[in-house]
């Protein structure tokens, strides 16, 4: 009988050995399963934080008489304005002494833009002569490209090819500015940004050079303003301004 008791022990005892054992198992499995689902939500929020942005950002586009009226708008903004894209219709040998001139002159600072830069705030960055200049997000910052595709409009570098860049990227957060310029290069592009929420000003008719660009923005619906030379920098600043709450 003694022999039969204690074995009757054992087999209750390896099964409370057993029962504590696929407990502490089934514990463990569930915090590891919250874990991995409270990791897997962080992830997600973490890449949702990763690539989106409130920056604002200024995109201009120009052509002939653009580099007057380019020095007029740059000279006039103060040295921590949001980043500015700016795609002057030029030759690859005149792009670098353009922007080395205005940046002699403006109190941001101004250079040719180089492939794959981080766009920064009181910098503008023109567009060489030889390349497009595009718009793309590198996680929650902007930065810029450079492509050799073939010409759009007949122009490398295309006003149009930056402006829908900014439009896909940049949406609400962009403020686009057509200046003088002959042709039809930015109109499309710069009512593609006004679908995405960007808003849009077109020099007007008086103060232009030549009112190509322009017309042909305001006539398809892509400007949401349409202003005078001398006044866009302070359209341009009253709209950051007012704006700058949601940022």
């Known amino acids: 009988m003694a022999s039969g008791k204690l074995k009757e022990l054992a087999v209750d005892g390896?099964?409370?050995?057993?029962?504590?054992?696929e407990t502490m198992i089934n514990r463990e499995t569930d915090q590891a399963g919250a874990a991995g689902q409270?990791?897997?939500?962080?992830?997600?929020?973490c890449a949702a934080m990763r690539f989106s942005s409130t920056e604002k950002l200024i995109v201009?586009?120009?052509?002939?008489?653009?580099?007057?009226a380019i020095k007029d708008v740059l000279t006039r903004l103060p040295a921590d304005v949001p980043g500015i894209l700016v795609t002057q219709h030029m030759p690859e040998a005149f792009t670098r002494s353009?922007?080395?001139?205005l940046n002699t002159l403006c109190r941001i600072t101004v250079k040719e833009a180089c492939h794959n830069e981080r766009?920064?705030?009181?910098?503008?960055?023109?567009?060489?002569?030889?390349?497009?200049?595009?718009?793309?997000?590198?996680?929650?910052?902007?930065?810029?490209?450079?492509?050799q595709g073939p010409p759009v409009n007949r122009h490398r570098p295309s006003v149009d090819v930056l402006f829908r860049s900014v439009a896909s990227v940049a949406g609400a957060n962009a403020l686009g500015i057509i200046l003088t310029g002959m042709g039809k290069d930015g109109a499309l592009g710069m009512l593609e940004m006004r679908r995405a929420g960007s808003h849009t000003i077109a020099q007007n008719e008086a103060s232009c050079v030549v009112f190509g660009m322009p017309r042909e923005a305001i006539a398809v619906g892509g400007a949401s303003e349409v202003i005078a030379l001398q006044d866009i920098a302070r359209h341009m600043l009253d709209y950051l301004g007012r704006h700058s709450d949601k940022n």
């Open 14 to 21: 390896s099964a409370l050995i057993r029962n504590a054992i």
């Open 98 to 101: 353009f922007a080395a001139r």
């Open 60 to 68: 201009i586009g120009a052509s002939t008489g653009g580099t007057e």
């Open 119 to 147: 766009i920064l705030p009181g910098h503008a960055y023109i567009a060489p002569g030889h390349s497009h200049l595009l718009l793309r997000r590198n996680g929650a910052h902007y930065v810029t490209e450079l492509s």
């Open 38 to 45: 409270f990791s897997a939500d962080a992830s997600g929020a």
